[in-house]
């Protein structure tokens, strides 16, 4: 009831406001303030694959992504372009609140009291072994901690990859405040302006990252996304939201990118 009477509200709005933006524009904004919709979106294909097994008939490669909300967008990203259609790709879903980790410290150290028991029944590095030997690309994206970020090199080590296999390490990703409220009532010379300013605590986990992880394996997409200012643009050139909650891409966004990642040097090649 309370998401009918949102919606019901947003479209009044829009109504209000129907003179400023397109059809087109009003209706994707509606789609993305349903979090319904949005979260079904960002999970959906991600979860379908997750600790699915290899194919053992099928001749592509190998692809194995690894984490949490960023590694669906990420696998939303290859998808909404085509991508990466040289390799099988399976999932393994790694929450936030329990961050990709492997190594001899205990976990209770670093996350919640209240978290101990649901991360201990999630999925993680040390259960994902065996998969993450049969593939030749390995990546590996979330929403990183300064401790996880910190040890991340160890963690590498520890994977023990052969020499044959591709690490992917994706850093931190930040859009700031989403308000599709407000976007509602702009014109669209306002809205092809608007930038949130990009959260440092993202840079500085990057920053991490970045002394974690070899070139060769490590894509800072907060920097392919938003360029290397202080902030990060709403909308893409075509005035399509990137993200409807400052974290998560919607569809365009995903396409959005997807084209833009694939285009570093790390993913570009393929």
């Known amino acids: 009831m309370k ?18 933006v397109s059809a087109d524009f009003r209706s994707e904004l509606l789609l993305a303030a349903d979090p319904d919709f949005s979260n079904n979106y960002v999970r959906s294909r991600f979860l379908g694959l997750a600790r699915q097994p290899f194919n053992t008939r099928d001749k592509r490669s190998k692809a194995l992504i690894i984490g949490d909300g960023h590694a669906q967008d990420f696998l939303n990203g290859v998808l909404e372009n085509g991508l990466l259609s040289r390799y099988q790709i399976r999932t393994r879903y790694i929450p936030t609140r329990c961050q990709p980790y492997l190594g001899p410290e205990n976990l209770r150290n670093f996350i919640q009291p209240r978290d101990t028991a649901f991360c201990a029944g999630s999925d993680n590095l040390e259960q994902a072994r065996q998969q993450i030997s049969q593939a030749n690309l390995i990546v ?55 930038r949130n300013p990009t959260s440092q605590e993202s840079l500085a986990v990057n920053r991490i990252l970045r002394n974690q992880v070899r070139p060769r394996s490590f894509v800072d997409q907060q920097q392919l996304i938003c360029g290397r200012g202080p902030d990060c643009p709403v909308f893409t050139d075509k005035l399509q939201l990137i993200s409807f909650d400052g974290t998560h891409l919607t569809p365009a966004g995903a396409r959005h990118a997807g084209h833009l990642l694939f285009r570093s040097p790390v993913l570009g090649s393929l």
């Open 140 to 194: 590996l994206a979330a929403n990183w901690k300064f401790w996880s970020a910190q040890r991340l090199g160890d963690t590498i080590h520890n994977l023990k990859l052969q020499p044959d296999q591709k690490l992917v390490v994706l850093g931190r990703k930040s859009f700031g405040r989403i308000n599709i409220h407000a976007y509602l009532r702009l014109p669209e010379s306002r809205l092809r302006k608007l």
């Open 3 to 20: 998401q009918r009477l949102l919606l019901s509200g947003l479209a009044s709005v829009l109504w209000l406001s129907g003179t400023m």
